[in-house]
C-alpha cells in the first residue's frame, strides 16, 4: 500500500511567481492578467513558447502568464480532496491510499511537500503543480472549481 503524504510548509528559498516553461501541461489553470485560465494548447512560435486557453483562438507568450499560488482553500476545491474526519489538517484523496498533512497550517507562505511511504518526493508551491503531480499518480485531469 503506497501513502502519500504532503506537507505544508514553509520554503523561503523558492522563486515564488516564477514558472518553468517546461512545467506547463495542457490543461493546467494559470492566470492571465489576473483571471484563472485553463491551458488549451502549447506551441512555438518566434523564438518562444505560447498557450491557448479555453474560450480564446489567440495565442499568448508564457511570460504573460503567472502561476496560481497553492493555498487550502483551491486544494479544498479539488474534487476528490476531503479534510481528515479525525486528524487536524490532513487530507484525504477520496478512493485512494494517498493523503496530504499540512505540517504547520503556515497558509502564508505555502508549499506543498509529497512524501511517499515517507520519503520526500518535491515540493509543490503552485497549482500547476500539483495537478501535474496529480496527473503523474492519478493519470487523470484534477478537476477545479475555480
Known sequence: MNTLIAYITRHD???????????IRI????LLYG?????????????????RIE???NGYYIDQFEPIKLTEEIL???????????IEN??????????????????????????INGMYIICV????????LYWALCRKELEIEL
Open 13 to 23: 528559498d523558492l522563486n515564488s511567481g516564477q514558472m518553468k516553461k517546461n512545467d
Open 27 to 30: 490543461g493546467n489553470n494559470l
Open 35 to 51: 483571471e484563472v485560465v485553463k491551458v488549451t494548447e502549447i506551441g512555438f512560435k518566434n523564438d518562444d513558447y505560447y498557450l
Open 55 to 57: 474560450g480564446n483562438k
Open 76 to 86: 479544498l476545491k479539488c474534487e476528490g480532496i476531503i479534510k481528515h474526519p479525525t
Open 90 to 115: 490532513r487530507y484525504l484523496l477520496e478512493d485512494s491510499n494517498y493523503s496530504f498533512h499540512i505540517e504547520d497550517g503556515d497558509w502564508d507562505n505555502p508549499s506543498l511537500d509529497i512524501l
Open 125 to 132: 508551491e503552485f497549482l500547476h503543480e500539483f495537478q501535474n
